[in-house]
């Protein structure tokens, strides 16, 4: 079944104290990938959420085709043909993948579940999408893009005719992305109504037929004829700067060796590393994921134990057994998964910050000098630009770019030699990646060695030294 057009009609939604949306107008057309791009807080994910039925618009109206919708709840939305993929998935790892596809409508015989007739429609849905997927294996032994696959499987068994993708392939390797886009480019040949979230660029022209920007809740233009649109064009339509300020790279002197490792093996290296990385020096490391790039960053930091090889801090050498031995050396660690490994979600941002430099700034290990806490966060806030209504705000509620940046913040307020950044801007929109930009060269000029580890090519060739 063909689509309809999706349109979006003056929309508005308001929280307390803040306009999410102001007068959001456009239409998506069946037969095309619509990407949605902008700065975080530029209202793309309150727009997903208005269209999957989580939030009610505050002024507006959502039609598909000549129809005005009117969701109050997810299944409205589902009911009418919408799935939203987000990039946390709502499945059940405990679950078997069958049990995931037919959640609330699980067929039954006489009360109790169907189990064969279950199998047979969960073949069904994976058929042509996901062949190999065993219908009967547990949802959580998957990896990340199978469970995609899954959730993509299971909004097409729904009848979903207008799919929106909230930053899809931010986990996923070079293969999974591949295959990805090749099932995106199905479902547009289908003729569904297609939106597409993401901050990536070469994605965005790779599969995307019109490009919708926001900026601070508001329309700005749509580009619909990707073949004349550069990325330099999007970029300034994005965030009103040239691209070459985004990066802000500045040449500075660069002093003795600060980190050696000499043929470093470990869990998920497959080979012998070595190099060197200078203080006041930005190193890159590029590699798609599975390459083993966190893998290296988990030896370095003290979360895995080397097999062999050496390692030297400043010219003496140096045997991690924990991560307290990395953080006690002065080697510190941005993980790739900041939502998992980085940030305690419901703590204070002032938590946060503070968490790990409470034992070097105390007395006996525990007494903290009076208002040290509260004046760290404070100074960490402001010196990262970290956009919080206060210091006591849940660190959940800030923007991926924010969080990032109390994260920064954290290692700041202990004395460090080299700091680890693993994908530091991955899912950050362009305008916090500059931001982001500007503190690593800040902190390589100050005579910290920086380590980037990036799958944006572009990403390492703007900010590293090499």
């Known amino acids: 079944m063909t689509a309809s057009a999706l349109r979006f009609d003056a929309i508005g939604k308001t929280f ?18 619509h990407a949605l791009m902008g700065e975080n807080g530029a209202g793309k994910s309150t727009l997903l959420k208005i269209l999957g039925g989580a939030y009610i618009p505050s002024s507006g109206s959502v039609q598909i085709g000549a129809q005005v919708m009117a969701f109050k709840n997810a299944a409205d939305s589902i009911a009418s043909g919408v799935a939203v993929i987000h990039q946390e998935l709502h499945l059940v790892p405990e679950m078997s993948v069958a049990e995931n596809l037919f959640l609330g409508h699980l067929p039954t015989r006489l009360g109790v579940v169907n189990r064969g007739l279950l199998r047979q429609q969960a073949l069904a849905c994976l058929k042509g999408l996901a062949d190999e997927i065993d219908p009967d294996e547990k949802l959580g032994r998957l990896s990340l893009g199978q469970r995609q696959l899954v959730e993509i499987a299971k909004a097409l068994s729904r009848g979903a005719n207008v ?13 999974e992305i591949d295959r990805l886009m090749a099932i995106i480019a199905r479902l547009r040949d289908e003729g ?10 070469e994605e965005v022209f790779r599969i995307c037929d019109a490009v919708t920007v926001f900026k601070d809740g508001r329309y700005v233009r ?6 004349s649109l550069t990325h330099d064009q999007l970029v300034t339509c994005m965030v009103g700067r040239d691209i070459q300020d985004i990066y802000d790279y500045r040449p500075r002197e660069q002093g003795e060796v600060a980190l050696k490792v000499d043929g470093l093996l470990g869990p998920g290296l497959r080979e012998p590393i070595s190099f060197q990385v200078r203080k006041g020096e930005i190193l890159g490391l590029f590699g798609l994921v599975g390459a083993g790039r966190t893998e290296l960053f988990r030896l370095l930091s003290g979360l895995e134990r080397a097999s062999a090889g050496s390692l030297e801090l400043c010219g003496q050498a140096l ?19 900041r939502k998992k490994e980085g940030i305690i979600p419901l703590a204070s941002v002032a938590e946060n910050i503070n968490i790990s430099a409470r034992a070097a700034h105390s007395t006996f290990g525990w007494l903290l000098r009076d ?33 990032q940046k109390a994260i920064l913040g954290r290692w700041l307020s202990m004395p460090m030699k080299v700091l680890l950044l693993d994908e530091p801007t991955r899912g950050i929109d362009i305008g916090a990646k500059s931001e982001i930009y500007q503190i690593i060269h800040n902190l390589a000029a100050s005579g910290i060695a920086v380590i980037v580890v990036s799958s944006d090519l572009m990403e390492v060739m703007g900010i590293a030294d090499r």
């Open 222 to 227: 749509t580009f619909e004829d990707m073949s």
């Open 16 to 33: 307390p104290g803040v306009k999410a949306l102001d007068g959001i107008s456009f239409t998506a057309h069946p037969g095309q990938v």
């Open 163 to 175: 799919i929106a993708f909230d930053e899809p392939t931010s986990s996923l390797s070079a293969r």
């Open 192 to 201: 569904k109504v297609v939106l597409y979230v993401s901050h990536r660029m």
């Open 319 to 337: 045997h991690l057994r924990s991560p307290r031995d990395a953080i006690a050396a002065g080697i510190l660690l941005c993980p790739e998964d």
């Open 371 to 403: 208002g040290w806490e509260k004046g760290n966060a404070e100074r960490q806030i402001q010196a990262m630009r970290v956009k919080t209504p206060n210091a006591t705000q849940k660190i959940l509620y800030l923007s991926g770019g924010n969080q």
